[in-house]
């Protein structure tokens, strides 16, 4: 058996950061089933391009392989039925919709406690349940900005820079699934469910971390570096060769003293302004321009093959192409394949959670309510003549038109 194989998750989510999360429970060998509004022809993921054809695009395929979908309308009387038969057979309620939202839905504990006194309900929304934004809508961009990344990111000179990648959403999903994780383990243990409330903006808040702690504790202010260059840690950067931009860091002394030692300069570890961590933090400036110009010398694959000889971390500054090629991506087996009926064999990123022995069964992403009828039938118990009844009343939909 794969690690959660006995776990059931029923997911109201969309888009990124919530099937972010879920996706490596459904890796992991949970059931995720996302529950998928009609109303809307389901997650809007399955809309976004590029590589987007009707309900399919490769966003969503890399957001929810493994899982499995109905679409069901949980606002009606009869889907809310549907839906608390759902939960009476399942370990979490997963959402990630507006603070505001998952009460008006009834998908907290105290509306659902009643159905199953062990749910875990667990609400990933941009700024959590309470304080002055939670009925606000909020995006990893705009958190971003807010929780003060944009601000230390960039060159000195430029403006304030967002990360490229989405790091609030992906952060705040792999958060959510640890909190799964930690309430489902409770409630098996004790017998009573809970409410898990997760946003982004406390996620990315708590990523600043030590920078926040030497503000709170002596009134640091952070700045942008050069180079993308560490606060603290000298030599610890970004550095130009004759070819390409590498990156170079010595986290200890000993990484430095090996540095000198490779380029040739083995006097620095001993020249008083370079000997310790505070020195060099002090004599940035001249340290810096001297390595540079050195640098600036020679090729980048010289640089990389002597400093990693010499056991100097560092390495080169690949694009996403010679990052998806790199031999190390490959050993590792951070690419996995599903075959789809539309885009054939699609090849996409693994899950970095790895539990046990490999896994390489992955399946593609559901189609919108591939999978309702047998949740309906097999989970659930439903007769046909019940299935049919809610497709006629639109309360279970089938994917019979594409469309945002």
Not at 311 to 324: E, R
Request: glycine share 10%.
């Amino acid at each position: 058996m794969r690690p959660l194989e006995d776990i059931r998750i029923i997911a109201v989510e969309q888009y990124g950061a919530g099937p972010w999360g879920s996706v490596h429970l459904a890796d992991l060998g949970a059931e995720v089933i996302k529950i998928e509004d009609p109303r809307s022809n389901g997650d809007v993921g399955r809309y976004v391009p590029p590589y987007q054809e009707e309900e399919d695009s490769l966003f969503f395929e890399s957001f929810n392989r493994n899982k499995r979908s109905i679409s069901l309308d949980i606002t009606s009387d009869r889907g809310r039925a549907v839906f608390q038969d759902l939960v009476r057979h399942a370990d979490a309620v997963y959402s990630n919709l507006r603070g505001d939202v998952p009460a008006k839905l009834g998908l907290t504990y105290e509306q659902l406690k009643d159905v199953n006194p062990a749910i875990v309900c667990c609400s990933l929304s941009a700024y959590g349940m309470d304080g002055p934004r939670a009925k606000d809508p909020g995006y990893d961009y705009i958190i971003q900005g807010l929780a003060g990344w944009m601000e230390l990111t960039g060159e000195p000179d430029g403006p304030p820079t967002k990360s490229g990648l989405s790091l609030v959403d992906f952060s705040g999903g792999f958060v959510a699934a640890i909190a799964i994780l930690a309430g489902i383990h409770a409630a098996r243990r004790d017998g009573v469910g809970m409410d898990c409330d997760l946003s982004l903006y406390d996620t990315a808040i708590s990523l600043l971390n030590y920078p926040a702690a030497w503000y709170l504790n002596g009134g640091f202010q952070p700045q942008r570096t050069r180079h993308s260059a560490h606060p603290s840690l000298v030599p610890f950067q970004n550095f130009e060769t004759a070819t390409d931009w590498i990156v170079v860091g010595c986290a200890k002394e000993k990484f430095f003293h090996r540095l000198v030692e490779a380029i040739g300069q083995p006097e620095l570890a001993e020249d008083p302004r370079f000997a310790h961590f505070a020195a060099r933090t002090e004599n940035r400036d001249e340290l810096l321009a001297l390595l540079e110009g050195l640098f600036r010398e020679q090729p980048a694959e010289h640089w990389l093959e002597l400093l990693t000889n010499a056991g100097v971390p560092c390495g080169p500054i690949n694009d996403v192409a010679q990052a998806m090629e790199d031999p190390q991506t490959e050993a590792r087996g951070m690419v996995v394949e599903t075959d789809h009926p539309r885009f054939g064999t699609i090849r996409q990123v693994a899950s970095p959670v790895r539990v046990g022995e490999a896994f390489d069964g992955h399946r593609r992403a559901p189609t919108r309510d591939e999978d309702g009828p047998a949740i309906l039938r097999d989970l659930l118990g439903y007769g046909d003549a019940d299935i049919a009844a809610l497709r006629r009343d639109g309360v279970v939909v089938p994917a019979e038109t594409a469309g945002p």
